[in-house]
C-alpha cells in the first residue's frame, strides 16, 4: 500500500473518530405523537419497488402524519400517485443542492427518520443528522456510520431473511406488520396510469391470435441492468422457439420487451424466432405502467432486475433468471414462483435452455395448481 493511500485511510478514520465523538447522542426509542416522519430510500428502482409494502404500513398506521420521503430521481416514480407520502424531496449528487435540500428539511422539524438503506451511507447518514437534530434518527446496518443516529436497530444477517422481511424488522417500534402480511397489489396507481396500461395490452392482444379468455400472454423481460445479469440473445431464442413449440395450449402468446432505451434488442429477438405468436411490447418510460401491465399478464419471465419484485408487488407469477447463491434475500413474495439459478455465481452466460424450461414448465404447473411458491 501506497504512502497516499495510507495517508487517505489515516484520515478518512481520524474524521470517523472526530464524528463520533462530537455527534453521538444517548440512544432514544420513538414515541408518539409523531406529527412529522421522513422516509429516506435513495437507491435503485427495485429497491424501491421493495420498499413500497412498508411505505404503504406507514400509511395505514399513521394516516394523521405527515409523511414524507426522500429519493434519488430514479426511484421517486413509483410513489407517485401512491397515496403514501404527502411529499416527495429529490436528492441529486451535488453539494450545493444538498445543502439547500437539508436546509428545507430541517425547517419541517420531523419527529422520525426512518433511513431504510440497509448499507452503509456517510452521505444520508449526514443528511439525516443535520435535517433532524432533535428527531429520532432511526436505521439499521449503519455501524460504520452509526454515530449519525440514536436509535439503530440490530438486524440478523443479511443472508438469513428476505429484504422485506429486514424492511418491516428495521420498523418494528413503529410498525406491527410483517412479510406474511404483504398482498399485491402493493402499489394502487392512479386511473390514468391503470388505463395506460391496459392500453398497451390490449395493442398486444391485437397483434396475438389469442383465443383464451382471459388470454393467457407470457412476457418475456429482457433488460437485466447489469452485464452479469444479461441472458444470451441466443439463449432467449432457443428458450422462445422451443417453448412456443412445447406450451401452444397453455400459453396463447409471447411479448417481449425490454429497456426503452433499447428496443432493438426486442425487435431482434422477435425476429430470430418469427412466429406469430411472438409480439413486441411497445417501449414505455413510465415504470408505473409497466408494474399495472404485469398484472394483465399469465406468466413473467425476466433476470434477477427490478421486473422481479415488479412481478410480485402486482400478483403476476414469475420465473427469475438468477445469479448467486441466495436467493433468500431476493427471490419473489406471495406469488407462484421458479429461480433458475446459475451454477456460475458472477454471470448468467452458460445458464441452460432446457434448465429453464424445465423451471418454466413446473411454474405452469404451480399456477394451474393454485400454489404459490418455489
Same mark, same amino acid.
Request: net charge positive.
Given at each position: 500500500?501506497?504512502?497516499?493511500?495510507?495517508?487517505?485511510?489515516?484520515?478518512?478514520?481520524?474524521?470517523?473518530?472526530?464524528?463520533?465523538?462530537?455527534?453521538?447522542?444517548?440512544?432514544?426509542?420513538?414515541?408518539?405523537?409523531?406529527?412529522?416522519?421522513?422516509?429516506?430510500? /435513495?437507491?435503485?428502482?427495485?429497491?424501491?419497488?421493495?420498499? =413500497?409494502?412498508?411505505? %404503504? *404500513?406507514? $400509511? #395505514?398506521?399513521?394516516? @394523521?402524519?405527515?409523511?414524507?420521503?426522500?429519493?434519488?430521481?430514479?426511484?421517486?416514480?413509483?410513489?407517485?400517485?401512491?397515496?403514501?407520502?404527502?411529499?416527495? /424531496?429529490?436528492?441529486?449528487?451535488?453539494?450545493?443542492?444538498? =445543502?439547500?435540500?437539508? %436546509? *428545507?428539511? $430541517? #425547517?419541517?422539524?420531523? @419527529?422520525?427518520?426512518?433511513?431504510?438503506?440497509?448499507?452503509?451511507?456517510?452521505?444520508?447518514?449526514?443528511?439525516?443528522?443535520?435535517?433532524?437534530?432533535?428527531?429520532?434518527?432511526?436505521?439499521?446496518?449503519?455501524?460504520?456510520?452509526?454515530?449519525?443516529?440514536?436509535?439503530?436497530?440490530?438486524?440478523?444477517?443479511?443472508?438469513?431473511?428476505?429484504?422485506?422481511?429486514?424492511?418491516?424488522?428495521?420498523?418494528?417500534?413503529?410498525?406491527?406488520?410483517?412479510?406474511?402480511?404483504?398482498?399485491?397489489?402493493?402499489?394502487?396507481?392512479?386511473?390514468?396510469?391503470?388505463?395506460?396500461?391496459?392500453?398497451?395490452?390490449?395493442?398486444?392482444?391485437?397483434?396475438?391470435?389469442?383465443?383464451?379468455?382471459?388470454?393467457?400472454?407470457?412476457?418475456?423481460?429482457?433488460?437485466?441492468?447489469?452485464?452479469?445479469?444479461?441472458?444470451?440473445?441466443?439463449?432467449?431464442?432457443?428458450?422462445?422457439?422451443?417453448?412456443?413449440?412445447?406450451?401452444?395450449?397453455?400459453?396463447?402468446?409471447?411479448?417481449?420487451?425490454?429497456?426503452?432505451?433499447?428496443?432493438?434488442?426486442?425487435?431482434?429477438?422477435?425476429?430470430?424466432?418469427?412466429?406469430?405468436?411472438?409480439?413486441?411490447?411497445?417501449?414505455?418510460?413510465?415504470?408505473?405502467?409497466?408494474?399495472?401491465?404485469?398484472?394483465?399478464?399469465?406468466?413473467?419471465?425476466?433476470?434477477?432486475?427490478?421486473?422481479?419484485?415488479?412481478?410480485?408487488?402486482?400478483?403476476?407469477?414469475?420465473?427469475?433468471?438468477?445469479?448467486?447463491?441466495?436467493?433468500?434475500?431476493?427471490?419473489?413474495?406471495?406469488?407462484?414462483?421458479?429461480?433458475?439459478?446459475?451454477?456460475?455465481?458472477?454471470?448468467?452466460?452458460?445458464?441452460?435452455?432446457?434448465?429453464?424450461?424445465?423451471?418454466?414448465?413446473?411454474?405452469?404447473?404451480?399456477?394451474?395448481?393454485?400454489?404459490?411458491?418455489?
Amino acid at each position: 500500500m501506497g504512502f497516499v493511500k495510507r495517508l487517505e485511510i489515516g484520515f478518512k478514520n481520524t474524521s470517523a473518530a472526530l464524528l463520533r465523538s462530537l455527534l453521538s447522542q444517548p440512544p432514544r426509542t420513538p414515541a408518539p405523537p409523531y406529527r412529522r416522519i421522513l422516509i429516506l430510500r /435513495y437507491d435503485v428502482l427495485g429497491d424501491m419497488v421493495l420498499s =413500497l409494502p412498508v411505505f %404503504r *404500513e406507514f $400509511r #395505514r398506521a399513521f394516516a @394523521d402524519t405527515r409523511l414524507d420521503a426522500l429519493c434519488s430521481p430514479q426511484n421517486a416514480i413509483l410513489l407517485r400517485g401512491s397515496g403514501y407520502v404527502d411529499r416527495i /424531496y429529490l436528492h441529486y449528487k451535488n453539494p450545493l443542492r444538498t =445543502l439547500k435540500l437539508v %436546509r *428545507e428539511l $430541517r #425547517r419541517n422539524r420531523y @419527529d422520525v427518520i426512518v433511513n431504510l438503506v440497509t448499507r452503509p451511507s456517510f452521505t444520508f447518514g449526514l443528511i439525516a443528522r443535520l435535517a433532524g437534530p432533535g428527531a429520532v434518527r432511526l436505521a439499521g446496518d449503519q455501524e460504520r456510520f452509526g454515530y449519525f443516529y440514536n436509535r439503530l436497530i440490530e438486524l440478523p444477517p443479511k443472508r438469513e431473511i428476505h429484504m422485506l422481511q429486514r424492511l418491516f424488522l428495521l420498523n418494528a417500534d413503529l410498525l406491527s406488520a410483517d412479510i406474511s402480511r404483504v398482498q399485491a397489489p402493493w402499489a394502487d396507481y392512479p386511473a390514468e396510469i391503470k388505463n395506460q396500461a391496459k392500453s398497451l395490452f390490449e395493442r398486444v392482444l391485437a397483434s396475438l391470435p389469442v383465443k383464451s379468455n382471459p388470454p393467457r400472454v407470457a412476457a418475456i423481460n429482457l433488460s437485466a441492468g447489469l452485464p452479469r445479469r444479461e441472458w444470451p440473445p441466443e439463449k432467449y431464442a432457443r428458450f422462445l422457439r422451443q417453448a412456443v413449440e412445447k406450451f401452444p395450449g397453455r400459453i396463447d402468446g409471447w411479448a417481449i420487451f425490454t429497456n426503452p432505451r433499447r428496443p432493438e434488442a426486442a425487435e431482434q429477438l422477435a425476429g430470430a424466432v418469427a412466429s406469430e405468436r411472438v409480439t413486441v411490447i411497445p417501449p414505455h418510460s413510465d415504470f408505473r405502467v409497466i408494474m399495472e401491465f404485469l398484472r394483465h399478464v399469465h406468466v413473467l419471465i425476466t433476470p434477477d432486475t427490478s421486473i422481479a419484485h415488479a412481478a410480485s408487488a402486482m400478483g403476476a407469477p414469475v420465473l427469475v433468471l438468477m445469479i448467486g447463491e441466495n436467493i433468500t434475500v431476493w427471490n419473489p413474495v406471495g406469488v407462484p414462483h421458479q429461480i433458475v439459478l446459475s451454477e456460475d455465481p458472477f454471470s448468467l452466460r452458460d445458464l441452460p435452455v432446457e434448465r429453464a424450461l424445465d423451471k418454466f414448465e413446473t411454474l405452469l404447473a404451480a399456477i394451474q395448481a393454485g400454489t404459490s411458491t418455489d
